[in-house]
T-cell receptor, first 110, second 113 residues
Framework: DAKTTQPNSMESNEEEPVHLPCNHSTISGTDYIHWYRQLPSQGPEYVIHGLTSNVNNRMASLAIAEDRKSSTLILHRATLRDAAVYYC???????????FGTGTRLKVLA | NAGVMQNPRHLVRRRGQEARLRCSPM?????VYWYRQLPEEGLKFMVY????????ESGMPKERFSAEFPKEGPSILRIQQVVRGDSAAYFC???????????FGQGTRLTVV
């Protein structure tokens, strides 16, 4: 299973954009990049996913490097409710299995 | 459409008892996954099931743990003769047959005393 590397923690001020990086240098051509987040005492929540092109949805944007060896989750305006652990996961479409790393703990300052 | 439902949310068992955790997938989802999360750690894959079949149980401990997803009813994760080290949050996720993203339940927090 391809591995991802994320910073252990990050801080952001409320109302400001947040860029959460993820390195995945061993990504294969069939691996999708998924992002989930886990709020305290809750189950993981789907955020966004993509393959090659940048993706936008109501929650966030996903910027994928041209060589696909890294990606960045962008929260356009952080709120206190965005404080969570964010997981970057590579998932081959054929395996159906998510391998969670340790994620990035995002702290949002009021 | 209700989300993935897990029950109970909290479960306390004495050492040596059995724990049964239930997961009802979202409507139309035939794939179920179980994960375990120890305090302050990430989620660890345990097992992947489709209706009436175990597809991948590579993350399941070899003894005391079993999972099923019958034709009718919820998926069940069963832990026999629980020990203190089984204390953790157990999460279930489901996805449709050809879906990409999985949706997680709120988890069952098992405490073994």
């Amino acid at each position: 299973d391809a591995k991802t590397t994320q910073p252990n923690s990050m801080e952001s001020n409320e109302e400001e954009p947040v860029h959460l990086p993820c390195n995945h240098s061993t990504i294969s051509g069939t691996d999708y990049i998924h992002w989930y987040r886990q709020l305290p005492s809750q189950g993981p929540e789907y955020v966004i996913h993509g393959l090659t092109s940048n993706v936008n949805n109501r929650m966030a944007s996903l910027a994928i490097a041209e060589d696909r060896k890294s990606s960045t989750l962008i929260l356009h305006r952080a709120t206190l409710r965005d404080a969570a652990v964010y997981y970057c996961i590579l998932r081959d479409v054929g395996t159906y299995k998510y391998i969670f790393g340790t994620g990035t703990r995002l702290k949002v300052l009021a | 459409n209700a989300g993935v439902m897990q029950n109970p949310r909290h479960l306390v068992r004495r050492r040596g008892q059995e724990a049964r955790l239930r997961c009802s997938p979202m409507k139309g989802h035939s794939h179920v996954y179980w994960y375990r999360q120890l305090p302050e750690e990430g989620l660890k894959f345990m097992v992947y099931l489709q209706k009436e079949n175990i597809i991948d149980e590579s993350g399941m401990p070899k003894e005391r743990f079993s999972a099923e997803f019958p034709k009718e009813g919820p998926s069940i994760l069963r832990i026999q003769q629980v020990v203190r080290g089984d204390s953790a949050a157990y999460f279930c996720a489901s996805s449709p047959p050809h879906g990409s993203e999985a949706f997680f339940g709120q988890g069952t927090r098992l405490t073994v005393v």
